[in-house]
């Protein structure tokens, strides 16, 4: 009874959160680089605060550096989704934020090496979670899929409380009821896209820590190598990797393919599921054979990217030189 409660508590905020958006002009205005052609609402996820909040009170402050992090990360990540702010603040939050987690993981106690390393890890993967997050439902879907998964490991193992990744999905799920659609009433923003990814990084940090099987960051993998192969291919084209730009294979799919988005959003988050179930049973073996089979993983993911992209590269250059 108390998630059907939460449920209706974040929906009303986010209704709630709608209006005070419309009031002081928090939209999101289409340009050559969107996906989208419509104003549409920033800053829908920070729903995804409002639940681990819920979580937080029920549990009587549970995780309390995470909730820290979570919150100093988010609340730079609205200000920047409203002001633009420059990139050396929102970096130096970003990194406390980080630092913070680490420290509710108990990080710090390994190897000095180990932090340097975790650093980029995470860092990486928050900014390739919100590079990624460029149309209609695909922050929801590989969210969904993510959350399965910790799910699935979490019913075994116990690495986490399950009320927080409970309260994620419900989140996840009012956010997804506005985005998911056509016609998106709003979207993600940085702070929904960056919040998810701390509070996925810290479900999957723990579970890493507590097995031992580094396997499971390959519940990252889709994401990953579509960020990866896409600054590989802008490099290639001597473009500048920090500008706005949309050359994910989704965004091509979507844009220059013609594709339906929330079917791609569907098909990355489906994909991503199959992923973590080939991460299951790898789980079960030596780290040897964990390696050589993330390995094999991530290059075929890598040459149905390559693929994949060729493919809608040809035919819009052909459908463009006969039309």
């Known amino acids: 009874m108390i998630y ?3 449920a209706v508590l974040l929906f009303a905020a986010m209704l709630v959160y709608f209006r005070i958006a419309d009031r002081y002009n928090i939209i999101d205005k ?11 609402i920033r800053g829908g996820g920070i729903v995804f605060y409002l ?61 000095w090496y180990v932090i ?12 390739a979670y919100n590079f990624m997050d460029g149309i209609n439902g695909i922050t929801a879907m590989y969210s969904f899929a993510v959350l399965l998964l910790l799910w699935l490991v979490n019913w075994d193992v116990g690495f986490i409380d399950d009320r927080l990744l409970y309260c994620t999905t419900i989140a996840n799920g009012v956010f997804a009821f506005f985005n998911f659609r056509g016609r998106a009433k709003c979207f993600a923003g940085d702070v929904g896209s960056v919040g998810m990814s701390f509070i996925l990084i810290f479900a999957t940090l723990n579970l890493i820590l507590a097995t031992g099987n580094f396997v499971y960051m390959m519940f990252f993998a889709v994401y990953g190598v579509d960020s990866v192969l896409t600054i590989i291919h802008r490099l290639f ?23 339906d988005k929330l079917f791609i959003s ?13 991460v299951f049973r790898l789980a079960d073996y030596s780290a040897a054979t964990q390696i050589w089979g993330s390995i094999g993983v991530l290059v075929g993911l890598g040459m149905m990217y390559i693929g994949v992209k060729g493919y ?10 006969t039309s």
């Open 51 to 111: 639940g681990v909040l819920a979580w937080f009170i029920w549990s009587g402050g549970g995780y309390p550096y995470f909730f820290a992090g979570l919150t100093l990360i988010m609340f730079i990540s609205f200000l920047d989704d409203m002001l633009t702010l420059s990139n050396r603040l929102r970096i130096s939050v970003h990194l406390i934020a980080v630092l913070l987690l680490f420290a509710e993981v108990q990080l710090f106690d390994f190897a």
């Open 30 to 40: 289409p340009n050559e680089r969107s996906s989208h052609t419509q104003v549409t």
């Open 312 to 321: 809608v590269l040809k035919r819009h250059i052909k459908n463009f030189s």
């Open 4 to 6: 059907a409660w939460i």
């Open 266 to 278: 569907y098909c990355y988050g489906l994909l991503q599921v199959g992923v973590g179930l080939l």
């Open 237 to 259: 084209r001597r473009e500048n990797i920090f500008k706005a730009h949309r050359t994910h294979l989704y965004q091509y799919l979507a844009n220059e393919g013609g594709g």
């Open 116 to 127: 340097p390393i975790a650093l980029i890890l995470v860092i990486g993967t928050i900014n």
